[in-house]
């Protein structure tokens, strides 16, 4: 008996290591019932949504574009999204991530926005369309360094070396990095945002508790319960009258009718390649947006490693993630010859959505697919959801992007924790993965440029863009640490936990891998995995 009386010896034994996380309602390969399954579609595409309206709000008036070419950029995010995420989840890593708009893009879309070589034009609309051009041109050709990294391998030689101890500091900083996005966007219209906050946790932490129902209900679609309630909370304020006398920024952040998409969009709108006109090129800009798909690459691989474990599955092997950044290459092409404004990445919101409703269904993510082709292309429709006010979506990301941060945590379990040498992988990464981007963001507020300021603009958001992402920061130092510190020593291949991921280096190492990964109709014959 231990000490204290009553408890058995194995109550002190640690909790066992899971390849796949326990307790999840549906994996990857299985599916709710259809009623639900579309309820969790909608839901995934209502989360995406927001990110979509921030970047297109930031992006399009810098370039020269008003109400209405914002509204069609939106909609040609959301078209682009549903291809590339079908894309991703047919012939990708098969994984059920939702594949969207990227913020790594935002600086180099901003230096060539604010571009001299546009000081002649005095039309605005035309000045929006020729630097879409010149961001198009960017974007395909950088699509064509993420295909190569992706379906030539090289990404599968960077994963075969990748540790549980490298990749805790990624995703952790795949969630956390974007603090930025939560609280201080919530707090721009606080009687809106807080409320969302407190009905989210309520809904899906407390309420399932309370009620003990045998459907989760309330834990599976809190989302859709919190946004309801607050933004119609929202629309009363609103027309009662309570932001009349109150400043811009205020109005904008609270009023739903300020967006200004309603009017804005068209009925139906089918976006095509090339709506905006012939691309344009220019070598500065595509080596500055080859940078932020670097930085898309990495961020993308930390969103894919916590939805395999929201998903149930087993670790990706290096070929599946390999595989999935060549589709992640194929999706910013089609960023380039669309229009989009910005690239493609992994939605990190969308993983975080996967862990709070327990529900990791490939399927669920192909009917959100479905909704953002529908909404699209009905631009009305679509704009209405697209008016929700932000500060409620920023009070969704608070919790979303915790539980991706908590997925890297989970990590842990793999690692010896006992080990120095861990200690000091672990907390120097995340240490300066929070240190270095907070120095260069805070350097550009102030000085209007980053810390590297050289005659070569494009160098200049090269290293803006890279030292700016904490995920790619940390992941750089943890990688390169893991893979040269004490690396002859016995030890180290334990520690880093090594050991745990060697059965999944290889597709057919593991009877799962193929349960999880396999292409669909025996591609696999056409395509192998390695």
């Not at 070598?283 to 916590?306: Q, Y």
Request: aromatic share 14%; with cysteine.
């Amino acid at each position: 008996m231990a000490a204290g009386g009553g408890g058995k010896s194995d109550d002190f034994q640690p909790f066992p290591v899971k390849d796949q996380l326990p307790g999840v309602d549906f994996c990857l390969s299985s599916s709710p019932p259809w009623p639900e399954a579309i309820l969790l579609g909608f839901q995934h595409y209502l989360v995406m949504i927001g990110t979509t309206v921030i970047i297109s709000s930031i992006l399009v008036p810098l370039m020269g574009g008003g109400n209405v070419e914002k509204a069609e950029v939106i909609n040609t995010v959301l078209f682009v999204a549903g291809i590339n995420t079908l894309l991703q989840t047919f012939f990708g890593t098969r994984l059920p991530v939702v594949i969207g708009g990227s913020y790594a893009f935002i600086i180099p879309t901003i230096s060539i926005a604010l571009s001299r070589r546009y000081s002649n034009f005095i039309d605005p609309h035309q000045r929006f369309k020729e630097s879409m051009r010149d961001v198009q041109g960017a974007l395909i050709v950088a699509s064509f360094f993420t295909m190569v990294f992706g379906f030539f391998g090289f990404w599968r030689i960077f994963a075969r070396f990748f540790s549980p101890l490298a990749a805790v500091p990624l995703v952790i900083l795949t969630g956390l990095g974007l603090y930025a996005h939560g609280f201080p966007q919530l707090a721009k219209c606080i009687e809106v945002g807080l409320p969302a906050l407190v009905a989210v946790v309520f809904l899906s932490q407390y309420v399932p508790h309370l009620i003990k129902s045998k459907r989760a209900i309330f834990d599976r679609f809190a989302i859709l319960f919190s946004v309801a309630i607050i933004w119609g909370y929202a629309e009363i304020l609103t027309a009662a009258g309570a932001y009349d006398n109150r400043a811009p920024k205020t109005q904008f952040s609270c009023r739903t009718d300020r967006s200004g998409l309603i009017s804005a969009a068209p009925w139906i709108r089918v976006p095509y390649p090339f709506q905006w006109g012939t691309p344009s090129f220019n070598a500065g800009d595509a080596v500055a947006v080859i940078a932020a798909s670097f930085v898309a690459i990495i961020e993308s691989t930390g969103t894919f490693i916590a939805a395999s474990r929201y998903a149930s599955a087993t670790p990706m092997p290096p070929s599946v993630l390999s595989r999935g950044v060549g589709w992640l290459g194929v999706g910013i092409l089609l960023d380039g010859l669309f229009g989009t404004g910005s690239g493609s990445t992994a939605s990190v919101e969308n993983a975080g959505l996967l862990g709070l409703t327990r529900v990791g269904s490939r399927r669920v993510i192909q009917i959100s697919a479905l909704f953002m082709l529908f909404f699209s292309v009905l631009g009305k429709f679509g704009a209405v959801l697209a008016s929700i006010p932000l500060p409620i979506m920023a009070a969704l990301y608070c919790v979303l992007f915790a539980y991706v941060a908590s997925a890297g945590l989970s990590l842990l379990q793999f690692c010896n924790l006992n080990s120095f040498r861990t200690k000091f992988i672990l907390g120097f990464s995340l240490f300066m993965g929070l240190s270095i981007p907070q120095y260069f963001n805070e350097y550009l507020l102030v000085s209007g440029h980053g810390p590297v300021h050289t005659r070569s603009t494009w160098f200049n958001n090269v290293m803006q863009v890279i030292f700016s992402s904490p995920a790619t920061v940390a992941v750089i130092i943890a990688f390169f640490l893991d893979c040269t510190h004490s690396y002859g020593h016995s030890s180290v291949r334990r520690d880093s936990g090594r050991h745990w991921w060697e059965k999944f280096r290889n597709f057919n190492t593991d009877t799962r891998s193929e349960e999880f990964y396999s292409l669909p109709g025996n591609l696999n014959r056409f395509f192998p995995s390695f």
